[in-house]
């Protein structure tokens, strides 16, 4: 299984990001997808997480920024980030999992800056 991250960038406090991570090579369904992040000398945390019935999950300090959503047709997740500041500046990672086990992503990195 292969998780395929896009969307990250240098984006000014206050503005918007659309992540996106395609899942491939998974014979079976995602159970749950989602993303963390890591920030420099901070440990890896959760994000958001969504269930294959679309329920999510998030983290205190994202939530009424940030909104994950899913497609399961093309086993993709999405986190549209906005209001962004610098403390949401990290490297994010998705993961999924199935029922053989949990994935995750090369990462991206998401910087928020003046």
Same mark, same amino acid.
């Given at each position: ?6 969307? +990250?960038?240098?984006? $000014?406090?206050? *503005?918007?990001? &659309?992540? @996106?991570? !395609?899942?491939?090579? #998974?014979?079976f369904?995602?159970?749950?997808? +989602?993303?963390y992040? $890591?920030?420099? *000398?901070?440990? &890896?945390? @959760?994000? !958001?997480t969504?269930? #294959? ?16 959503? &899913?497609?399961?047709a093309e086993?993709?997740?999405y ?6 500041n ?18 995750w ?10």
């Amino acid at each position: 299984v292969q998780l395929q991250a896009s969307g +990250g960038g240098l984006v $000014q406090p206050g *503005g918007s990001l &659309r992540l @996106s991570c !395609a899942a491939s090579g #998974s014979i079976f369904r995602m159970l749950f997808m +989602g993303w963390y992040r $890591q920030a420099p *000398g901070k440990q &890896r945390e @959760s994000v !958001a997480t969504i269930s #294959s019935r679309s329920i999510t999950n998030y983290a205190d300090s994202v939530k009424g920024r940030f909104t994950i959503s &899913r497609d399961n047709a093309e086993n993709t997740v999405y986190l549209q980030m906005n209001s962004l500041n610098a403390e949401d500046t990290a490297v994010y990672y998705c993961i999924a999992v199935n029922s053989a086990g949990t994935y995750w992503g090369q990462g991206t990195k998401v910087t928020v800056s003046s």
